[in-house]
């Protein structure tokens, strides 16, 4: 049975630092494409960050690059987000999904994560002072 399980979230002041896990049981984490996704409150789902499960590629949201970073521990059978220099605008509840097709990458995860079969149950971040 395939299961997401996130954590890692919790209350930081702007500029603060999280690390969001994403545990992974039922298949090997490895193989499949990971996504993290976010949803704020009154706003839409979005694509945070991807890491591809043919090769281990990564795609990252424009407003995210080069503050957060997405990484995959096989051994774990994890993949992490950390989030630096976080801003109020990166509150939300954070998911990771999963398409469940052996060795598919991120272009093929739909916009919003829409019709992916496979979630945690998500956890919150809060950017506030």
């Known amino acids: 049975q395939v299961q997401l399980v996130e954590s890692g979230g919790g209350l930081v002041q702007p500029g603060g630092s999280l690390r969001l896990s994403c545990a992974a049981s039922?298949?090997?984490?490895?193989?499949?494409?990971i996504g993290w996704f976010r949803q704020a409150p009154g706003k839409e789902r979005e694509g945070v960050s991807c890491?591809?499960?043919?090769?281990?590629?990564?795609y990252y949201k424009d407003a995210v690059k080069g503050r957060f970073t997405i990484s995959r521990d096989n051994a774990k059978n994890t993949v992490y987000l950390q989030m630096n220099s976080l801003e109020p605008e990166d509150t939300a509840v954070y998911y990771c999904?999963?398409?469940?097709?052996?060795?598919?990458?991120?272009?093929?995860?739909?916009?919003?994560?829409?019709?992916?079969?496979?979630w945690g149950k998500g956890t919150l971040v809060t950017v506030s002072s």
């Open positions: 999904a999963t398409d469940g097709i052996f060795g598919s990458s991120c272009p093929a995860l739909p916009q919003g994560g829409v019709g992916i079969d496979f």
């Open positions: 039922g298949f090997t984490l490895e193989n499949y494409v």
């Open positions: 890491i591809s499960g043919s090769d281990g590629s990564t």
